[in-house]
């Protein structure tokens, strides 16, 4: 649920009518008509007043008279038990006026009257139960979204000599939450970063990211070499996973200033974008099986060191956003579309990315999608960047991710 919602905003466009309506100087009728309105659906009592109308035109009496249901079991999918009933009401009552207009046998018109009667009351628990699943679905999103918060833990705009901006979008829309995973985090041994994605879905796939995250910011604090942390991140799936389990992942540190490692285990391979413009995909040199699954092969993954200058990027993403098609089933061009909207603001270069992601997909992604873009700044931006909040900038400068506050470390405990 949104700030806004949890603040009750949603509210605020409905109070200054209801007090006009039930001021002083409003009667009971008028407070009662205005409340009846309010509850009113529009759509259905459109349709009821369609028949009434074709049956003023054609007098055809009996034969439209049972249509007339169709308002308060239309009204159930839109409205709650009180518009329901007002529409069963206003169909009952021109059923009557229209049946006596008509001619139509008192026997007749009652047994009409009584079809309306339960349709009206059947829809009416219909649309209770629709709200009560509404409730609880609410309160499951909100749960999920907690969930979330607590997972994937929010990542500050600026991380040590970083510039950052993630952008995350569930498939399960119910639940805003899924498999994907991505966590940032200052260590004593640099910045460290890490985007994957687990096998399958649900709350067994949410578990999984779970542990993974909990085990690499353990052992980024802890290991010097990043292959080490890899080597912890495979033990520990290797004692809580399955069999048929795994989790592709890439794992990317900045040890001293100017480069940058990483480690591909199965996952796509990261985007690099030079200070010109070029992009270039950061292929592994020796291919390596997703984390959990190395027992099965024997092979190890391999550290890449890469040339990482002032005003380079790094873009991380989970197959969500490659794997993403069109109505003509063609996959979305994730280097072109870099590309095209890559600027100095990695929060907006995500923003059109992701934009034209949905556009892409036509509005809803079927996959989980995780995007996460890093950038380190020029000296004179990272100046413009410590003049702005009162720090010296330095590659020692690092975020507390944890809680979005920053502190500053000593260059020789955060080299580069």
Same mark, same amino acid.
């Given at each position: =649920?949104?700030?806004?919602?949890?603040?009750?905003?949603?509210?605020?466009?409905?109070?200054?009518?209801?007090?006009?309506?039930?001021?002083?100087?409003?009667?009971?009728?008028?407070?009662? !008509?205005?409340?009846? !309105?309010?509850? %009113?659906?529009?759509?259905? /009592?459109?349709?009821?007043?369609?028949?009434?109308?074709?049956?003023?035109?054609?007098?055809?009496? =009996?034969?439209?008279?049972?249509?007339?249901?169709?308002?308060?079991?239309?009204?159930?999918?839109?409205?709650?038990?009180?518009?329901?009933?007002?529409?069963?009401?206003? #169909?009952?009552?021109?059923?009557?006026?229209?049946?006596?207009?008509?001619?139509?046998?008192?026997?007749?018109?009652?047994?009409?009257?009584?079809?309306?009667?339960?349709?009206? *009351? !059947?829809?009416?628990?219909?649309?209770?139960?629709?709200?009560? +699943?509404?409730?609880?679905?609410?309160?499951?999103?909100? /749960?999920?979204?907690?969930?979330?918060?607590?997972?994937?833990?929010?990542?500050?705009?600026?991380?040590?000599?970083?510039?950052?901006?993630?952008?995350?979008? #569930?498939?399960?829309?119910?639940?805003?939450?899924?498999?994907?995973?991505?966590?940032?985090?200052?260590?004593?041994?640099?910045?460290?970063?890490?985007?994957?994605?687990?096998?399958?879905?649900?709350?067994?796939?949410?578990? %999984? !990211?779970?542990?993974?995250?909990?085990?690499?910011?353990?052992?980024?604090?802890?290991?010097?070499?990043?292959?080490?942390?890899?080597?912890?991140?495979?033990?520990? *799936?290797?004692?809580?996973?399955?069999?048929?389990?795994?989790?592709?992942?890439?794992?990317?540190?900045?040890?001293?200033?100017?480069? *940058?490692? @990483?480690?591909?285990?199965?996952?796509?391979?990261?985007?690099?974008?030079?200070?010109?413009?070029?992009?270039?995909?950061?292929?592994?040199?020796?291919?390596?099986?997703?984390?959990?699954?190395?027992?099965?092969?024997?092979?190890?993954?391999?550290?890449? /060191?890469?040339?990482?200058?002032?005003?380079?990027?790094?873009?991380?993403?989970?197959?969500?956003?490659?794997?993403?098609?069109?109505?003509?089933?063609?996959?979305?061009?994730?280097?072109?579309?870099?590309?095209?909207? @890559?600027?100095?603001?990695? #929060?907006?270069?995500?923003?059109?990315?992701?934009?034209?992601?949905?556009?892409?997909?036509?509005?809803?992604?079927?996959?989980?999608?995780?995007?996460?873009?890093? +950038?380190?700044?020029?000296?004179?931006?990272?100046?413009?960047?410590?003049?702005?909040?009162?720090?010296?900038?330095?590659?020692?400068?690092? #975020?507390?991710?944890?809680?979005?506050? @920053?502190?500053?470390?000593?260059?020789?405990?955060?080299?580069?």
């Amino acid at each position: =649920m949104s700030q806004a919602r949890d603040r009750g905003d949603d509210h605020w466009p409905i109070r200054p009518f209801r007090n006009r309506v039930a001021g002083t100087g409003a009667s009971p009728r008028n407070r009662f !008509a205005a409340q009846l !309105a309010a509850g %009113t659906p529009v759509l259905p /009592v459109l349709i009821v007043s369609v028949i009434v109308l074709v049956d003023l035109v054609g007098g055809a009496g =009996m034969i439209w008279l049972p249509l007339l249901a169709a308002g308060p079991a239309l009204a159930a999918s839109t409205s709650g038990p009180r518009g329901v009933l007002c529409v069963g009401l206003l #169909a009952a009552v021109l059923g009557v006026v229209l049946g006596a207009r008509d001619g139509v046998p008192a026997r007749e018109l009652a047994v009409v009257l009584s079809a309306l009667a339960a349709v009206t *009351l !059947a829809s009416g628990l219909a649309s209770a139960l629709r709200g009560r +699943r509404e409730r609880v679905l609410a309160a499951v999103r909100s /749960v999920a979204e907690a969930a979330q918060h607590a997972l994937l833990k929010p990542v500050p705009a600026t991380v040590g000599p970083f510039q950052v901006a993630v952008r995350y979008s #569930a498939a399960a829309a119910e639940a805003r939450i899924g498999g994907d995973l991505y966590a940032l985090v200052p260590t004593p041994y640099g910045v460290r970063l890490i985007v994957g994605d687990v096998r399958g879905k649900g709350l067994p796939a949410v578990g %999984t !990211a779970a542990l993974v995250l909990g085990v690499f910011r353990e052992a980024a604090y802890d290991e010097p070499d990043l292959l080490a942390v890899v080597g912890r991140i495979e033990r520990s *799936l290797a004692r809580n996973l399955g069999c048929d389990d795994f989790v592709t992942a890439v794992v990317a540190g900045y040890p001293r200033a100017g480069h *940058l490692e @990483v480690v591909n285990c199965g996952h796509a391979p990261p985007l690099l974008v030079r200070e010109s413009g070029n992009v270039v995909a950061v292929e592994p040199t020796c291919p390596a099986p997703p984390l959990g699954l190395r027992a099965l092969t024997g092979e190890t993954p391999s550290l890449q /060191v890469l040339p990482f200058a002032d005003g380079d990027q790094l873009l991380l993403y989970t197959d969500g956003v490659t794997e993403a098609r069109d109505h003509g089933r063609e996959f979305y061009p994730l280097a072109e579309g870099l590309a095209r909207h @890559v600027s100095d603001q990695p #929060a907006r270069t995500l923003t059109a990315l992701h934009d034209e992601l949905l556009a892409h997909v036509g509005g809803r992604l079927h996959d989980d999608a995780a995007l996460l873009l890093l +950038r380190k700044p020029t000296v004179p931006e990272r100046l413009l960047l410590g003049s702005g909040s009162g720090t010296t900038p330095a590659d020692g400068v690092s #975020a507390g991710v944890e809680s979005g506050t @920053v502190d500053v470390r000593r260059a020789s405990r955060s080299p580069g």
